[in-house]
């Protein structure tokens, strides 16, 4: 069945498999120190005009964020998102399985604004006991958000300012980062997200690879023994190559940015073919959808297609998913537009 239900229900592109295939006979050194890794780094530090970033590449994204944000804090530590935000909802409470209490504000379509994540810090601070609280260490946003909304500028520079201001770090989840960077919608590109952030994530997993996401410390401010932290972790790849190779094929030639470019151009049909059939649609400029559907047609389009449910809307219809990515074809979006037509 034609699959919509998300961006890394795929292998990898064929570039990357070549790429991979090619290597394959090889030696190579182990836990990063392979040539391709160190490529790879090069290749990311030139596109986000980082020339001193630590780049680091983990196995998925749920370990990425579990270990970057233990990683940062200290133990009496907490980490700030929104009540929407992936740490909070949909990774089995990782983060706080390390010891972390994620303490959330409210969402506004998915995001975060700098007036709520203030407005936090005021009456935190306004508390003469807040000693005996989980002190906030770092803020979190994802860029695109669970809605697959993003950010403009003027929203991540003015949160980033106030995390100046408090003196914690900002992190930003990348792991659909190339499909909000290659939205129209979008107001800025990877060199100014990496200038306005304390570190960041590129993902692989759901963008072409077959696992693996690079996180980047833009001004080699990596935690002391941050090699150890991912070890510790349980995301620290011996046979690193298989990401360095991956990362490698993704950065060259603007692999990772045509690739997000055809994902939000098959999203945008997606959004054309759903208006069409008169069925709504969530505002969304990235490669996730929500449309709302009847049961009755919810059960149809089921037999015909593979997509998520996502939350009741009332008794009769639910919000679902519908989800693009760089392996979307022509083919898959002509059978969605029959199955529609048949509702």
């Not at 780094?41 to 994204?61: E, H, N, S, W």
């Not at 998102?81 to 992936?86: K, L």
């Not at 030639?253 to 945008?268: E, P, R, T």
């Not at 959004?271 to 709302?292: C, D, G, H, M, W």
């Amino acid at each position: 069945m034609t699959s919509f239900e998300s961006d890394y229900n795929n292998g990898a592109h064929p570039f990357v498999l070549r790429q991979l295939i090619e290597t394959n006979n090889s030696n190579s050194s182990s836990y990063g120190s392979d040539i391709w890794s160190e490529q790879a780094r090069q290749k990311i530090r030139k596109a986000c005009q980082t020339p001193d970033a630590d780049i680091y590449f983990l196995v998925g994204g749920t370990q990425t964020n579990a270990t970057v944000i233990d990683g940062v804090l200290t133990g009496y530590e907490g980490v700030i998102a929104v009540e929407s935000g992936h740490i909070n909802v949909h990774e089995s409470g990782a983060v706080e399985a390390f010891g972390h209490k994620v303490i959330t504000i409210p969402a506004h379509n998915g995001k975060m604004t700098a007036e709520d994540l203030r407005a936090f810090h005021n009456r935190f601070y306004a508390d003469s006991s807040y000693e005996h609280m989980v002190i906030p260490g770092i803020v979190y946003i994802t860029m695109p958000t669970e809605l697959g909304t993003i950010y403009n500028a003027s929203e991540i520079e003015a949160i980033y300012n106030l995390c100046q201001e408090y003196e914690i770090p900002l992190y930003i989840d990348g792991a659909r980062l190339g499909y909000g960077l290659m939205s129209e919608k979008c107001d800025f590109d990877l060199p100014w997200l990496a200038h306005h952030c304390d570190v960041f994530y590129i993902g692989g997993t759901k963008q072409g690879a077959l696992c693996g996401e690079a996180v980047v410390f833009p001004r080699n401010n990596a935690p002391r023994h941050f090699f150890n932290i991912i070890k510790q972790h349980g995301a620290l790849m011996a046979k690193s190559r298989l990401a360095g190779v991956q990362f490698d094929a993704l950065f060259t030639d603007n692999l990772y940015f045509d690739l997000s470019k055809h994902a939000i151009n098959k999203a945008m049909q997606l959004r054309q073919l759903f208006s069409e059939a008169n069925i709504p649609i969530k505002e969304s400029p990235t490669n996730q959808q929500f449309v709302t559907l009847s049961h009755q047609q919810m059960e149809y389009l089921k037999s015909k297609i593979l997509f998520e449910t996502w939350e009741p809307v009332d008794e009769t219809h639910s919000l679902c998913r519908f989800v693009t990515s760089w392996a979307t074809t022509d083919e898959d979006m002509n059978l969605l537009s029959e199955a529609l037509k048949q509702l």
